[in-house]
């Protein structure tokens, strides 16, 4: 599976801490607005935005995992949509009115999250 955005960083792994729920989820930045990619192919499950913020979350399942791209400014994908890896499903914005610069992905077996780092590719 590619990293979902190309020429950006992961900022935060997401692992065991005191102040927040186990995570092992990643956030990933880049230094300019970025595209967001799918890291496999797959059925668009779900996309919605929380009433407390204005950013989107992309769900989409293939087989039995569930990958979710969250904090994402645009989507461009609809539910019942098939996607496959390296399409574009939405947009990050990186300015300095964005209080969220990055994005976060994570994996879910289930209801069991699993390391996101684990599924990615590095160039």
């Keep these: 599976m590619q990293l979902p ?6 900022t935060n792994l997401k ?7 186990k995570r092992v989820g990643i956030d990933i ?3 300019y607005d970025f595209n967001v990619f799918s ?3 797959g059925k668009v499950l779900k996309v919605f935005k929380l009433s407390s913020e204005s950013m989107y979350t992309v769900v989409i399942k293939f087989g039995n995992r569930s990958f979710v791209y969250s904090q994402l400014d645009t989507s461009r994908v609809r ?5 496959k890896e390296g399409d ?4 990050k914005m990186v300015n300095e009115k964005v209080f969220y610069k990055y994005m976060s992905f994570a994996v879910y077996e289930g209801n069991k999250e699993l390391p996101a780092k684990n599924f990615l590719k590095y160039r």
Excluded: N, T
């Design 15 to 21: 692992l065991d801490s005191s102040l927040f729920e």
């Design 79 to 83: 539910p019942g949509q098939y996607v």
């Design 5 to 10: 955005v190309r020429d950006g960083f992961i």
């Design 39 to 41: 890291c496999s192919d």
């Design 29 to 31: 930045s880049a230094q």
């Design 88 to 91: 574009v499903i939405g947009l």
